[in-house]
Nanobody, 124 residues
Framework: QVQLRESGGGSVQAGGSLRLSCAAS????????MGWFRQAPGKEREGVAA???????TYARSVKGRFTISKDNAKNTLYLQMNSLKPEDTAMYYC??????????????????WGQGTQVTVSS
């Protein structure tokens, strides 16, 4: 059974940094692509960053250059380093995983497995 658990959220002032973690219990020896999503109150859940089984990455235009997605396969952990945070980055952040190889997506419907989320609040 696939389980994802996010941590690392919190409150920070604009310009600050946070690092989110997603501890993943995945099926052994199975390739996964993973992503970070966020959802602000009253808005759709949107893709922020994704990483595939080859460690290639993609980012939403709104975070490119400020956020970095990475993973530590030995620790089964996905990360999102967020720098130069802005008030508009305030949202619940979720990690997601999909059993696939060599591809990735920022589309919510592409992913099967989801964590419960961690709140990020950026004040001006």
């Amino acid at each position: 059974q696939v389980q994802l658990r996010e941590s690392g959220g919190g409150s920070v002032q604009a310009g600050g940094s946070l690092r989110l973690s997603c501890a993943a219990s995945l099926i052994t020896d199975t390739p996964y692509s993973m992503g970070w999503f966020r959802q602000a109150p009253g808005k759709e859940r949107e893709g922020v960053a994704a990483i595939d089984s080859d460690d290639r990455t993609t980012y939403a235009r709104s975070v490119k250059g400020r956020f970095t997605i990475s993973k530590d396969n030995a620790k089964n952990t996905l990360y999102l380093q967020m720098n130069s945070l802005k008030p508009e980055d305030t949202a619940m952040y979720y990690c997601a995983a999909e059993n696939t190889m060599h591809t990735m997506s920022l589309e919510r419907s592409w992913y099967t497995h989801w964590g419960q989320g961690t709140q990020v609040t950026v004040s001006s």
